[in-house]
């Protein structure tokens, strides 16, 4: 049996996001903005998402690059 009410909560509409043509709408989702907006660039968009995977995974003491690295790496640049 389930516990959920058969009535929403609330009787507001669902907030619908939008985005300008062309514009993302995920990154208009989740902060407002996106890489396609004038005065942001890709960089930005890309770590604002790194920053909100990281917390929503409650990872914000690990660094989000590697500290080290990799056997892989290591050996293409020939150290030991």
């Known amino acids: 049996m389930c516990?959920?009410?058969d009535e929403p909560k609330s009787e507001e509409p669902?907030?619908?996001h939008v985005a300008p043509p062309g514009h993302s709408r995920a990154g208009h989702r989740?902060?407002?903005w996106c890489s396609?907006?004038?005065g942001r660039e890709v960089w930005e968009e890309l770590l604002a998402w790194r920053q909100r995977d990281n917390e929503a995974t409650d990872e914000s003491p690990t660094p989000d690059r590697a500290t080290s690295l990799?056997?892989?790496?290591?050996?293409?640049t020939g150290r030991d």
């Open 3 to 5: 516990d959920a009410p």
């Open 14 to 16: 669902p907030t619908l």
């Open 30 to 32: 989740a902060f407002g």
């Open 36 to 38: 396609r907006c004038s």
């Open 70 to 76: 990799s056997r892989e790496g290591e050996e293409k």
